[in-house]
T-cell receptor, first 116, second 114 residues
Framework: GAVVSQHPSRVICKSGTSVKIECRSL??????MFWYRQFPKQSLMLMAT?????????EQGVEKDKFLINHASLTLSTLTVTSAHPEDSSFYIC????????????FGPGTRLTVL | GNSVTQMEGPVTLSEEAFLTINCTYT??????LFWYVQYPGEGLQLLLK?????DKGSNKGFEATYRKETTSFHLEKGSVQVSDSAVYFC?????????????FGKGTKLTVNP
């Protein structure tokens, strides 16, 4: 149990286009999901906290208008990278909080975004 | 602010060797400490955790003890296997912050050779 999926696993897009990444909790309801960004050989950086039914809370330095987050239901959060540029190329990872397991976070496998 | 520093890799060991991955932290409150593992092509998985000073987390032969006096949470395993090859992340969360936010170290890649 407590599986989190992400779709797509890889995406390549042209500069200026928008890309949507989905994060789903498959067998539990998650009122809170997190979005992280990971650069090569670097740590995961928290981008934002996504709460079902309310606006996301962004970390300092993360552009709200570029990284749109929607937590539409208790099992789905989406991250849309708008007007993507090559510097947005990265590995994006989501996690979902499983409160029954004492607030343990379960992570998705990640999405590799490459902007040409 | 809160931060985590862990030893840089990569680390390469032979099977049955002893493993230590160092992790130290800086926190304003009384954080919970975690080790996550990321196997190739998979998401991060919780390996073990400790929520207060002197607690020892353990799982799959791995251990780490929450040392408040040295602000450390070093990961150890007495005899590694090839299947332990993965990237290991040390992390903390500060419950006083009122959320489950995690702060991660940079990760240490471990390769175990037969």
């Amino acid at each position: 149990g407590a599986v989190v999926s992400q779709h797509p696993s890889r995406v390549i897009c042209k500069s200026g286009t928008s890309v949507k990444i989905e994060c789903r909790s498959l067998d539990f309801q998650a009122t809170t999901m997190f979005w992280y960004r990971q650069f090569p050989k670097q740590s995961l950086m928290l981008m934002a906290t996504s709460n079902e039914g309310s606006k996301a809370t962004y970390e300092q330095g993360v552009e709200k208008d570029k990284f749109l987050i929607n937590h539409a239901s208790l099992t789905l959060s989406t991250l849309t990278v708008t007007s993507a540029h090559p510097e947005d190329s990265s590995f994006y990872i989501c996690s979902a909080v499983y409160r029954v397991r004492l607030n343990e976070q379960f992570f998705g496998p990640g999405t590799r975004l490459t902007v040409l | 602010g809160n931060s985590v520093t862990q030893m840089e890799g990569p680390v390469t060991l032979s099977e049955e060797a002893f493993l230590t991955i160092n992790c130290t932290y800086t926190a304003t409150g009384y954080p919970s400490l975690f080790w996550y593992v990321q196997y190739p092509g998979e998401g991060l998985q919780l390996l073990l955790k400790a929520t207060k000073a002197d607690d020892k987390g353990s799982n799959k032969g791995f251990e780490a003890t929450y040392r408040k006096e040295t602000t450390s949470f070093h990961l150890e395993k007495g005899s590694v296997q090839v299947s332990d090859s993965a990237v290991y992340f040390c992390a903390l969360s500060d419950p006083q912050g009122g959320s489950e936010k995690l702060v991660f170290g940079k990760g240490t890649k471990l390769t175990v050779n037969p």
